[in-house]
C-alpha cells in the first residue's frame, strides 16, 4: 500500500515492528526483504510518488519533482552542486543505471583500515545475486552503446586506454536517453518499479510526503519516528509519528546525518556528518563537424577505467564517463552569455560530454543549521586538484583524438581548446573553488561504518553502536570513498543488513 | 574599469545568497516551474503577475543579451513566452524573494552610474554596452555580483530553452514520447 500526502486527511500516529525512513538503493532494499520475512514495516519518504505516466522528459517540470532541493542543492560555498533523488525510489529514478559491485579492493580497504567484518567479495556475493536479478542487471550490448558513448570509446582506443561497456539494470530499453528525467517506458529497473511495489505487495505501508524530524529514543533504545505529512507543494499539514521496535534511516548521506543530528542520537563517536565524500565531478564538452544528437539512446553504456588502479592504490584515482544534458541543463552549465554561449548552442547536437569522476580522499561535513537544515561543507584536497587537472587533460585527448575540433574546458571565463594546442593552459587555470563548478551525485561515508565505536557510526552490520535498535542502510555507511557508482553497492549492504536483522531479530529487539 | 558594490552591499546578503545560490546548479531555478507542476495543476496564461511592465521590459533586454537570438532558427525572445515562464516561476517565491528579484533588477537596471560611471540605465545602452555590463557583472571580483549575475543567467535560460520554439534551432527533438505539460504551456 502506498499512500500520498494527500491522502492523509489527519495527523498519524502508527505502530510498526519496523519503520524505514528512505526508498532509495537502501531503504526499498531492506524494506521489502523485511516485509517479506514476515514484518510489519512502516516506510516513510519525504518525497512524492510519482509514477511513468508523470515523467514528462521536459527537465523543468522532472528535476524538480524527483532532485532533492528541487535540483538546487550546494555546498555552504556554492562550489559544488549535489544532485540526490527525493521521490519513491530516491536516485535510483533518475540515475543512469550503471551497475557496479563493490571493488574487491574497497572492500579489503575497509577490512583493513575500519576493520569491517564478514564483508569480503565473496561473502557479499550472495547479495550482490539477489540485487542484481532483482534488478534485471545485465551487460549492455554493443549495438546500444550511442555514438556519444561510441565517440569517447574511440578516442580512448586511439590514445590506449582501457575502458569497458558497462553492466546496467534496464529492461526492454527504448533507449530515448530520457533516464535522468525518469524512464516514461517503466524499462529503467529502479526501486521505484521493482523493490518498492515487492515491498509494498508483501504488506509493507509506504507513505509518501512524509518528510522525517526525529528519531526519539529512551533507555538506549530507539523508540519512534516523527515527522511531518506535507502537501505537494511542501507544506506541512500534518503530523506523522510511527513508534517501532527498530528504525532504518536510509535517507541518503545528507539527509540520513541530518536525521540523526537533529535528533541528538547515535553519535557518541562524534563522527555522524563527518567523512563526507562526494565522488566529485567536472565537465567538459567537445563539439565535432559530425551529427552526434548525444541525448539519443543509452546516456552512459561506457566509461574509462585506466586512471583508477585500486589494487595499487585503493584510495585514489577518477574514472572518466560520459555524460549529456538537456537543453536548459546545457545552457545553464555551458560558462559565457550572448553570441558565444549560442553558438555553442547551436552545436548543441554535435556535442560529447565527458566527465571526471574522482575517487575522493578529500572529506566534508554534513552539520545542521539552527532550523535543523543540512549544510554541507567541502573542499577538494591538493592532490586532487591535480588530479582533477591531470582528468581534464585527458579528457580533452579522448575527445580530440575522436575527432572533436574543439574542446571546452567549463572555466569562468571559458577555455576553448583546439586540437594541437598546448593542454598545460588547463595546468596554469588550475581547479579553484567554483571555477570551474564541479558536480555530485554520489554523497556518501557520513555515517561511516567500522567497528571501532570511537570512530564509527554503524557496525559492520550497518547497526548503530549506540542504539542496538537503529540501522544506517544507505551511502552513508561507506567507510571510504567507493570509487564507482553505488547503486549496486548500496542496494547489496541494504540486502545484506536484512537478512542480518531478519536472522537476528531476537536479539535486536530484545 | 572601477567599480563599486555599495548599493548593492545593502541588500540583505543572506536572503539574497540564499535565494542566488540556485544559480550556482545546472539547473537554477527550474524550481520555479515546479510548484505548479506539483500540484498537478494547470496554470493558465493570465499575463504578469509578479514583474511590472517596466521590470519585464529590463528582463526581457537581460534575456536578449544572454541568449544571442541571431542565429538562424532561434526564435527573438519577444515571441516567445520566456518572460511569462520566468514571471510564472517568480509568482511561486515568497513575497520577500520576489521583492529581492525586483530590487536586483532596479539595481541592474539604473547600475551603470554605479558600476561602470556610464551615465545610461541599462535599456538604454547599446547591444554592445549592455554585453560589457553584463561581463562586469560575470567578472566582479564581488561574489554578490557574480551570483546576481548567474541568478540571472540561468532564469533566462531557462526562460528562453525551456520553450519548444526554441528547440529546433539547437537541433532538440524534444521528448522522445511527447506527454501533456503539467505546467503552463511554454509555446507562443
Redesign the interface.
Known amino acids: 500500500m502506498i499512500t500520498t500526502g494527500a491522502q492523509i486527511t489527519g495527523d498519524l500516529h502508527l505502530t510498526a515492528e519496523v519503520c524505514v525512513i528512505g526508498t532509495g538503493a537502501g531503504g526499498a532494499v531492506v524494506a521489502k526483504e523485511l516485509a517479506a520475512a514476515g514484518r510489519d514495516v512502516v516506510v516513510l519518504e519525504q518525497g512524492g510518488y510519482y509514477t511513468k505516466d508523470e515523467f514528462t522528459q521536459r527537465e523543468d517540470e522532472m528535476m524538480p519533482l524527483l532532485f532533492e532541493d528541487m535540483g538546487q542543492r550546494v555546498t555552504t560555498d556554492q562550489s559544488i552542486l549535489i544532485l540526490q533523488g527525493r521521490s519513491v525510489g530516491g536516485s535510483t529514478v533518475h540515475n543512469l543505471c550503471y551497475c557496479f559491485r563493490t571493488p574487491q579492493p574497497i572492500l579489503e580497504k575497509w577490512r583493513r583500515d575500519d576493520g569491517v567484518r564478514d564483508m569480503s567479495y565473496e561473502q557479499l556475493a550472495p547479495s550482490f545475486e539477489r540485487v542484481e536479478r532483482m534488478l534485471k542487471v545485465k551487460a549492455i550490448e554493443p549495438h546500444e552503446v550511442n555514438t556519444l558513448n561510441n565517440k569517447i570509446r574511440e578516442g580512448c582506443e586511439k590514445l590506449g586506454y582501457h575502458g569497458l561497456i558497462a553492466r546496467h539494470n534496464r529492461e526492454n530499453c527504448t533507449t530515448s536517453g530520457f533516464c535522468i528525467l525518469g524512464c516514461p517506458f517503466d524499462a529503467k529497473q529502479s526501486m521505484l518499479i521493482t523493490y518498492v511495489p515487492a515491498a509494498s505487495a508483501a504488506g509493507a505501508r509506504l507513505y509518501a510526503n512524509c518528510p522525517v524530524e526525529k528519531v526519539r529514543a529512551a533507555d538506549s533504545r530507539v523508540r519512534s519516528v516523527e515527522g511531518r505529512v506535507v502537501d505537494a507543494l511542501g507544506r506541512p499539514r500534518h503530523a506523522i509519528r510511527v513508534d517501532a521496535q527498530v528504525v532504518i534511516v536510509a535517507a541518503g548521506a545528507v539527509n540520513s546525518p541530518q536525521i540523526l543530528l537533529n535528533s541528538g542520537i547515535a553519535n557518541s563517536s562524534g563522527q555522524v556528518g563527518h567523512n563526507l565524500h562526494l565522488h566529485p565531478s567536472v565537465l567538459l564538452s567537445g563539439v565535432y563537424d559530425e551529427d552526434i544528437y548525444g541525448y539519443r539512446g543509452i546516456p552512459q553504456s561506457y566509461y574509462v577505467d585506466h586512471f583508477i588502479d585500486l589494487e595499487k592504490d585503493p584510495s585514489s584515482g577518477y574514472l572518466i564517463m560520459p555524460i549529456y544534458g538537456f537543453p536548459v541543463m546545457t545552457a545553464a552549465n555551458l560558462p559565457g552569455f550572448g553570441r558565444e554561449h549560442s553558438e555553442v548552442m547551436q552545436s548543441y547536437h554535435r556535442m560529447v560530454g565527458i566527465l571526471v569522476l574522482m575517487h575522493d580522499a578529500s572529506a566534508g561535513t554534513v552539520r545542521v543549521d539552527r532550523s535543523g537544515k543540512p549544510q554541507i561543507s567541502y573542499q577538494v584536497n591538493a592532490k586532487e586538484q591535480a588530479l582533477f587537472v591531470d582528468g581534464m587533460k585527458h579528457c580533452a585527448e579522448i575527445l580530440f583524438a575522436s575527432g572533436a575540433t574543439k574542446v571546452l574546458v567549463p572555466y569562468e571565463p571559458p577555455l576553448w581548446l583546439r586540437p594541437g594546442d598546448d593542454l598545460r593552459a588547463i595546468d596554469r587555470r588550475g581547479l579553484r573553488p567554483n571555477n570551474p563548478l564541479l558536480v555530485s551525485t554520489h554523497p556518501q561515508s557520513t555515517c561511516k561504518m567500522g567497528e571501532d565505536p570511537r570512530r564509527a557510526v554503524v557496525n559492520s552490520w550497518c547497526q548503530s553502536h549506540d542504539l542496538k535498535n537503529l540501522f544506517v542502510c544507505d551511502m552513508s555507511v561507506f567507510p571510504s570513498s567507493l570509487g564507482a557508482p553505488p547503486q549496486i553497492s548500496t542496494a547489496a549492504i541494504a540486502d545484506r543488513t536484512a537478512h542480518y536483522i531478519k536472522d537476528n531479530w531476537s536479539q535486536i529487539v530484545a | 574599469m572601477a567599480e563599486t558594490d555599495g548599493i548593492f552591499g545593502s541588500l540583505s546578503r543572506r536572503s539574497f545568497l540564499r535565494y542566488t ?2 544559480s ?8 520555479l ?3 505548479p ?4 495543476e494547470s496554470v493558465p496564461a493570465v499575463g504578469l503577475q509578479v514583474l511590472a511592465p517596466h521590470q519585464a521590459e529590463v528582463f526581457t533586454a537581460i534575456v536578449e ?7 538562424a532558427g ?1 526564435p527573438a525572445v519577444r515571441d516567445t513566452r520566456a518572460i511569462e515562464t520566468i514571471d510564472q516561476g517568480l509568482l511561486q517565491l515568497d513575497a520577500s524573494l520576489q521583492s529581492q528579484v525586483q530590487w536586483l533588477l532596479a539595481i541592474f537596471q539604473w547600475g551603470p552610474p554605479l558600476f561602470q560611471l556610464k551615465l545610461k540605465t541599462f535599456t538604454g545602452m547599446t547591444p554592445d554596452e549592455r ?1 560589457a555590463y ?1 561581463r562586469s557583472w ?2 566582479s571580483r564581488h561574489q554578490t555580483r557574480r ?1 546576481a549575475f548567474r541568478a540571472l ?2 532564469l ?3 526562460g ?3 520553450q519548444d520554439a ?2 529546433k ?15 503552463l504551456s511554454a509555446e507562443a
Request: hydrophobic share 50%; aromatic share 10%.
Open positions: 545560490a540556485v550556482a546548479g545546472l539547473l537554477s531555478l527550474s524550481r516551474r515546479a510548484l507542476a506539483l500540484a498537478a543579451r544572454m541568449v544571442f537570438t541571431g542565429a532561434m554585453d553584463l560575470a567578472t551570483l543567467k540561468n533566462s535560460m531557462l528562453y530553452y525551456s526554441t528547440w534551432g539547437i537541433h532538440y527533438d524534444g521528448p522522445w514520447a511527447p506527454m501533456e505539460r503539467k505546467v
